[in-house]
């Protein structure tokens, strides 16, 4: 199993939910009033933040419950996720009867269903797809996996971009693009037993 190293110990945070103060300005005799409309958006709006904070706890494995999610604790979780679709596909595999001797590419297409490229017989590659889509616990620990790389990577982007800004601010945004990111998708590429993520562009 592989995931593309970071730097350890990089900080990345997580914005956290907080009730702002606000203080009157003087001189400002602003009126703001809700409309009955306005207070049941406020209402459920909430209503879903408290449903959000219930949940931090689990977010990540718990990760960040100090307030900060590190690179560490995310690749850590990546990993955990990756291992787990790789342990499925290779279970699935040998349910098959499936003998595999090349690289196999697994994703997703946009109505998350899984597909499979690979040098088996289209019959056996069919056999797999509808095996592995029928197995929605493999799917929750590709995107799982793909999600935690996704960060990862926009992380480590911005580590760059900032490092190169401090230098020379108008050659970083030629080199890096103001809020650009790579277009395309993560697959999942599994040989020799092993699985790893890789980024496919579109």
Do not use: C, W
């Given at each position: ?14 914005h956290?939910l907080?009730a ?5 300005r ?5 009126l703001?009033?809700?409309s009955d ?9 909430l ?15 718990g ?10 604790e ?7 996720h990756l ?8 279970k699935?595999l ?12 697994v994703?997703?297409d ?8 690979s040098?088996?017989?289209?019959e056996e590659n ?5 095996a ?13 996996a ?22 020379d ?7 890096h ?7 395309g998708?993560?697959?999942l ?14």
């Amino acid at each position: 199993m592989k995931i593309s190293p970071v730097s350890a110990r990089s900080p990345f945070l997580i914005h956290t939910l907080q009730a702002q103060k606000t203080s009157a300005r003087p001189g400002r005799n602003d009126l703001v009033t809700l409309s009955d409309q306005g207070k049941k958006m406020q209402a459920q709006s909430l209503a879903n933040t408290s449903s959000l904070l219930g949940t931090l706890d689990n977010f990540m494995d718990g990760a960040g419950k100090d307030g900060v999610i590190t690179l560490d604790e995310i690749q850590a979780y990546g990993k955990k996720h990756l291992k787990k679709a790789e342990d499925i596909l290779a279970k699935t595999l040998k349910q098959l009867g499936l003998q595999v001797d090349q690289r196999i590419t697994v994703n997703t297409d946009e109505q998350g269903v899984v597909k499979v490229t690979s040098k088996l017989t289209a019959e056996e590659n069919q056999r797999l797809e509808t095996a592995l889509n029928e197995h929605p616990e493999f799917q929750q620990a590709f995107t799982k996996a793909s999600s935690s790389q996704s960060l990862i990577d926009a992380a480590q982007r911005h580590l760059e971009f900032a490092k190169d800004y401090a230098i020379d601010p108008k050659a970083a945004v030629v080199r890096h693009g103001m809020g650009s990111s790579p277009s395309g998708q993560y697959v999942l590429e599994y040989a020799g037993g092993q699985a790893s993520l890789g980024f496919r562009h579109l």
